[in-house]
Structures are given as C-alpha cells and as structure tokens.
C-alpha cells in the first residue's frame, strides 16, 4: 500500500505533464479540425528555452530562486509562444482551405524540422541540468518504506491546477474564448458576424504553445535532463492521452493525461519498464473499439 501511494504521486506528476500538452492537441483540433503533430517539438523547444535561459542566469550571477524561475518562466513562455505562432502563420494557414491530408503532411514535417533544427543547433547530446528546487516531504513510513511528496511534485501539480481553472474561466468568459467556441461550432458563420477567425486560430496555436512551454519547464526541473527527441516520445503520449479523453474535451485531455501517466508509472513499477509504452497505448486502442469518442468526447456530428 506504502508503495502504492508513492506510484500514485508520480503518476499524477506524470499526467500533469502531459495533460498539459494535450490541452495543445484538443484545442487545435477542436476549432480546426486538424491535428497539430509539431505540438510536441514545441514542447521540447521550450524545455530548451528553459536550460538555456537557467545557463544565461547563472552567467549573470542571477541564483536567487524564485527571481530566476520567474524570469525562465516569462521568457520561454514568450519565446515558445512565438514558435507557436511561426508555424501556425508559415506552414497550417495556407493550407487551412485545402484537403485534409495536406496540413496533416505539413505537421508531420514541421515537426521534423524542428527536431532537427534543434539537434544542429544544440547539439544530439542530452542537456542536464542541476536540481533547482529541492527538498519535500515525508508522508509515513513503515516497513523501512518512506513514501516521499518532493517540493517538485507539488509546484507541478499545483500549477497545473491552476492553469487548469485559469485556461477554463478563459475559455468560458472571455472575448477570446467566445470566439474559440464559435469558430469551433461553425468558422465559416462566426466569420459573418464578426469574429476575427484567422486571429482566433493564431492565438488558439499561441496559448497551446504557452502550455506546452510551461510543460516543458516542469518537465526539465523534475527529471533534470533533455535531448531533442523529447518531444516527439511526450507529444506521441499526449496525443494518446487527447485521444483517451476525447479530441476536442479540454477536460478530457486533462483527464486523458492523467490515466496515460498513471498507466505508465504503474506498469513500470509492477510489470516491465520496456513495455511501459505498449501498455498506455493498448489501453487506447482498448478504449477507441469500444469508445470511439474517448472518455469525455462527444459524437462528431457531420454538418450539411
């Protein structure tokens, strides 16, 4: 049970992480219609962002903590929320009106050019990073068993609440997010009454990006180590997870990513490690025979 409980938090740690990439897919798809497979390359761009905006702190003698995770916070979130916006406005609009195939091709090469821009840039080493926030807590211990809660943990679950019922109170009273759901139900009518469309997918890609930075952040201070292919292991998982949950259900992506990571901490921790992957997405296919929609998803209903 002792260990049941510690496999429980980090699979919860886990989920997060990727509940929150999945946000990125959901949205996307909900107002477009398309899958955004560069999603997980933004990612990983933003953990980048992260070190190396930790390196340039510490260069300039920056190391008070809570200064510096502000400042790497606002900077990857800017700098990742851009990528966002670059490849959303360069590769996806002028291809908005064409067959579906075409902006599924483009984002599977867009993430390709990421990841290798990435390598020649930084390099096909891993990049590490030394631990920032340290310490926890204990819950209980018996057995010679200590269940452990890290200060990490915490600060990851907690914001991920909080950009949670943020992203929530955005998209259910503000102006952009009326917008998103207009265009969600019907582009082309939201268009005639007035609704900025193309701005309205532009910032949809840009707070997706947001997230992901932020994901990308958490990721790197909990496990202290990337390389450039992180991104397309996580964004294969969190499109598993939004699948899971239902394309186009940001409470679904949430709770899509959550089960993916607790599946995976889980079957790391009772069965094989090497299988860790087969097991999450077995449970999808599972889950897309006998669920089609996912958990939380709604039945597509065909316009015409």
């Not at 809570?66 to 609009?93: K, Q």
Request: include cysteine; hydrophobic fraction near 55%; proline fraction near 3%.
């Amino acid at each position: 049970m002792d260990a049941f409980l510690q496999f429980f938090i980090n699979g919860l740690t886990l989920g997060a992480i990727y509940g929150l990439i999945a946000i990125g897919y959901t949205m996307v798809y909900g107002i477009i219609g398309m899958i955004n497979f560069a999603h997980g390359d933004v990612y990983m761009i933003g953990a980048f962002h992260t070190v190396i905006t930790f390196l340039i702190l510490g260069w300039l003698g920056i190391t008070w903590i809570p200064l510096a995770l502000a400042v790497v916070l606002i900077v990857s979130v800017v700098l990742t929320a851009m990528y966002g916006w670059t490849v959303e406005r360069i590769a996806y609009r002028p291809l908005r009106g064409s067959f579906r195939l075409a902006p599924l091709l483009t984002a599977i090469g867009m993430s390709i050019v990421l990841q290798n821009f990435v390598q020649i840039v930084q390099g096909a080493r891993v990049k590490p990073l030394q631990p920032i926030i340290r310490g926890g807590y204990s819950l209980f211990e018996k057995g010679g068993f200590v269940v452990q809660l890290s200060n990490i943990q915490i600060i990851i679950i907690v914001t991920t609440l909080a950009l949670m019922v943020a992203f929530t109170l955005l998209i259910s009273r503000t102006a952009l997010g009326r917008a998103q759901r207009a265009c969600e139900q019907d582009a082309r009518m939201a268009a005639l009454l007035g609704v900025n469309v193309d701005r309205t997918i532009s910032l949809t890609f840009v707070v997706g990006a947001a997230l992901a930075a932020v994901a990308g952040m958490m990721y790197l201070l909990y496990y202290g180590v990337i390389d450039f292919y992180i991104g397309f292991v996580a964004g294969v998982k969190a499109f598993t997870a939004a699948v899971l949950g239902g394309i186009g259900s940001l409470p679904g992506a949430m709770l899509g990513g959550l089960l993916i990571g607790m599946i995976e901490t889980f079957w790391s921790a009772y069965f094989s490690v090497e299988y860790k992957d087969v097991a999450a997405f077995s449970i999808l296919a599972i889950t897309l025979i006998f669920l089609p929609s996912g958990l939380l998803g709604k039945p597509e209903v065909e316009k015409v």
